[in-house]
C-alpha cells in the first residue's frame, strides 16, 4: 500500500519507517524543510535506538518531501503525525492537526485519513465534520493511536500489545488493519471517540500509577520503610503487575504530562471534575522539587553551591526534554542561587537550558560539585566510576533522583546518599 505520513518527529519517522520496513511505499512529509534536507542526506533528525538502522534499510521505500500534493498522490492512507502541544489553558493544541486537515486535496478515489497524534475525544467527530464541509466525501477518518515509548519505540511499533483502530466506516478501519498485516497483536476494533479515550485513558493510568508508587516513595521515608523492597513486594502480586512501580522525581515528556493535563481539561470541559487525574498531576509536581529539600538538608542553603546535573532527557533512550523533570529543576536550583552543571549522553541540554554550565563528561560535570544528582537513569550513570567522581567533588553528596544506584556501594565511598524513598543513612 501507499501510505503518506504527515509530521515526521519522533512518531512519524517512526510510523514511516516502520510501515516501510512492513513493505509499504512511504511518504513522510513535514513543514520543517532542514528536517526535510537531512533525512534526504540520510541524517536522522533525533535520537531513537535502531531507527537510522530502519530508515537506511528501506531507503527504496522511504521519501521525504515537504510538498502536500507529492505526498498525497496516490496514497492509500494518510496519516497525521503532528504536534499536539499543551495550550496555555492545558488543552491540546490541535492547530498542526487542522492545517493538515485544510491542506488535503480533493480526491476522487476513496483514501483514509488515519489520526495517530494524541487528541481529545471527540475531534475525529469535528474532523469528519469539517472533511464533509470541504466536500471530502470521499476522505475516510479513522482513528489509530499511538502507543510507542520513546527509546524503545520501533519495537513498540512492530510488536505492540494492542492495535487500536476506531472507524465511522468499518470499511475504512479494514484499510488500516491491512496495513499492519505482519504484526502479530490483538486488534481493538471501535467507535472513533472510544479509540480516542483509549490512548488517553492509557496515559492516565500510566502517570496514575507512578505518581502513587512516589506518594507511597514519600511515606517509606517518613516512616522507615524502602521503597523499592515495597514496589517488588507489591509488583509480584498479579492484580498489580510490576510495571511503572518504580518510584522517582516524577513523570515528564512529551506525552504524560500533556495528555493528564488534555484529559483533565477535557473532562472539566465536559462539565466532570477528574478529580484523581488533578491529583496525580499535582502529586508529579511537587514529586519534581522534592530533590531541593533534600540538597538543603546536606548542603544547607543551596546559594554558591555548585550541583551537577547528571541526565537532562525525560528518560534514558531519547534526546527527548519536553517537559523534563530536569527543567524544573535547574530552574528551581538556579532560583536558589545555586551554580549549575549538566551532563547528558544525548539530549542538548545547550539549546533549553539558560545559565546552565554544560559539561561534556560526567565527571566534568562533578567536579568541584558540591552535590550529584541522578536526573535521568542512563545505564552510564551506573556504571560511572563514582571512587573518581568522589575524588573530584568538593562535597561528598549524591541524591539519586532514579534510584538507580546501590546505596552501599555509593555510602562506602564515603558519599552521603541519599534516593527517593529510600531510608537514611
Ligand atoms: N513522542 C512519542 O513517543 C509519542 C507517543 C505516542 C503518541 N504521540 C503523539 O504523537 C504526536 C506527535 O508527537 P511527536 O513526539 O512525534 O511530535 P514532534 O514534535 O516530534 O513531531 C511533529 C512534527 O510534525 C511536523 N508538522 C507540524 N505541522 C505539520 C504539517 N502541517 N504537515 C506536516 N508536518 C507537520 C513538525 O514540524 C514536527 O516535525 C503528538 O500528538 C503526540 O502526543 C507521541
Redesign the pocket.
Known amino acids: 500500500m501507499k501510505v503518506a505520513v504527515?509530521?515526521?518527529?519522533?512518531?512519524?519517522l517512526v510510523t514511516g519507517a516502520c510501515f516501510a520496513d512492513l513493505g509499504h511505499e512511504v511518504v513522510v512529509?513535514?513543514?520543517?524543510a532542514d528536517?526535510i534536507e537531512a533525512l534526504r542526506a540520510g541524517r536522522v533528525p533525533i535520537h531513537e535506538d535502531g531507527l537510522g538502522e530502519l530508515l537506511e534499510r528501506n531507503e527504496r521505500r522511504l521519501h521525504f518531501t515537504t510538498d502536500v500534493t507529492e505526498a498525497v498522490d496516490g496514497a492509500d492512507v494518510i496519516y497525521i503525525?503532528?504536534?499536539?502541544p499543551p495550550t496555555y489553558s492545558g488543552d491540546a493544541d490541535l492547530s498542526?492537526v487542522w492545517?493538515?486537515v485544510d491542506?488535503l486535496p480533493q480526491t476522487d478515489r476513496r483514501i483514509v485519513v488515519a489520526m495517530?497524534?494524541?487528541v481529545p475525544v471527540g475531534t475525529g467527530r469535528s474532523v469528519r465534520h469539517r472533511l464533509d464541509d470541504r466536500g471530502l466525501d470521499n476522505v475516510g477518518y479513522v482513528s489509530n493511536p499511538?502507543?510507542?515509548?520513546?527509546g524503545t519505540?520501533i519495537e513498540d511499533f512492530m510488536h505492540p500489545d494492542r492495535i487500536v483502530i476506531g472507524a465511522f466506516d468499518v470499511a475504512d478501519g479494514d484499510v488500516v488493519a491491512k496495513l499492519h498485516e505482519g504484526i502479530d497483536a490483538p486488534l481493538v476494533r471501535c467507535d472513533v471517540a472510544s479509540a480516542e479515550m483509549i490512548k488517553l485513558a492509557a496515559n492516565a493510568a500510566l502517570v496514575t500509577r507512578i505518581s502513587f508508587i512516589n506518594e507511597i516513595a514519600n511515606v517509606c521515608e517518613a516512616t522507615g520503610a524502602d521503597v523499592t523492597t515495597v514496589s517488588q513486594g507489591i509488583g509480584l502480586d498479579r492484580r498489580i503487575g510490576p510495571s511503572f512501580l518504580r518510584a522517582g522525581i516524577g513523570f515528564g515528556g512529551?506525552?504524560f504530562p500533556k495528555?493528564s493535563l488534555a484529559l483533565k481539561q477535557l473532562a472539566a470541559n465536559s462539565g466532570y471534575n477528574f478529580q484523581l487525574l488533578n491529583a496525580v498531576i499535582e502529586v508529579n509536581e511537587l514529586q519534581k522539587r522534592r530533590v531541593i529539600g533534600k540538597l538543603e538538608r546536606r548542603l544547607g542553603p543551596l546559594r554558591g553551591k555548585r550541583i551537577a546535573l547528571l541526565g537532562l532527557a525525560f528518560k534514558p533512550g531519547t534526546d527527548d526534554m519536553r517537559e523534563a523533570p530536569s527543567l524544573v529543576l535547574a530552574g528551581r536550583l538556579l532560583s536558589e542561587g545555586a551554580d549549575v552543571v549538566a551532563w547528558d549522553p544525548v539530549a542538548n541540554g545547550a539549546s533549553h537550558l539558560h545559565g546552565v554550565e554544560i559539561a561534556e563528561t560526567a565527571l566534568a560535570a562533578l567536579d568541584g560539585a558540591d552535590a550529584a544528582v541522578v536526573v535521568t537513569e542512563w545505564p552510564e550513570l551506573r556504571e560511572l566510576d563514582w571512587a573518581a567522581a568522589a575524588e573530584h567533588m568538593r562535597t561528598r553528596v549524591v541524591v539519586d533522583g532514579r534510584n538507580l544506584l546501590d546505596p552501599d556501594a555509593i555510602r562506602a565511598l564515603g558519599f552521603a546518599y541519599e534516593g527517593i524513598g529510600r531510608p537514611v543513612a
Open positions: 504527515f509530521g515526521a518527529g519522533y512518531v512519524g512529509r513535514d513543514v520543517v528536517r503525525a503532528v504536534g499536539t498542526a492545517t493538515v491542506e495517530k497524534s494524541t499511538e502507543f510507542t515509548a520513546e519505540a512529551s506525552c495528555d
